[in-house]
């Protein structure tokens, strides 16, 4: 009975290709809360900058820029969670897909495998490579916290 399993094999393939599409797909549910939330704030930031011309006693001025920081400073936090959920899904999706290469000594294609040793179990890396991953995640997971910062400044000044 053969080890280790060939690359040609159909059920590793299908396996290969699942991992493939949830990366992908976690990847492109970060885009969105980034993008929806880049959006967001620009409307608000665009909004908050045109009370700056107005005095602080003109009808409803003070409690809009209260109301305005407050809602940009939640936002910022609720989607960094958001986003931090989806990065955790990318990584157990690929927790999972490295236990089953480990366990089938499937070796996926390249460049996620780091290291083949013959019959021996990969050492798979996410991604092209794992460090590499997180280092390109730190702006998704960090926009949103930049800009709770800038609101926050905002609604203490």
């Known amino acids: 009975m053969e080890d280790h399993v060939d690359r040609n094999d159909t059920a590793a393939r299908a396996v290969w ?10 990847h492109l549910l970060i885009d969105h809360k980034i993008s ?41 936090i609720l989607t960094c969670i958001g986003v931090i959920a989806v990065v955790n899904s990318k990584r157990l999706s690929f927790l999972g897909f490295k236990a089953y290469c480990e366990a089938k000594k499937f070796q996926p294609p390249e460049p996620h495998v780091a290291m083949k040793v013959e019959n021996a179990a990969p050492n798979v890396e996410w991604g092209v490579k794992t ?25 203490i000044r």
Do not use: H
């Open 17 to 26: 290709d699942d991992y493939r599409k949830r990366q992908e797909f976690e």
């Open 36 to 76: 929806w939330f880049l959006t967001t704030q620009t409307i608000m930031f665009a909004a908050y900058g045109l009370t700056v011309a107005q005095a602080e006693d003109a009808e409803g001025v003070s409690t809009f820029r209260i109301v305005v920081p407050c809602v940009g400073l939640i936002l910022g």
């Open 131 to 155: 460090g590499n991953t997180w280092l390109t995640l730190i702006p998704d997971i960090f926009t949103p916290f930049l800009f709770a910062g800038a609101w926050f400044v905002f609604l």
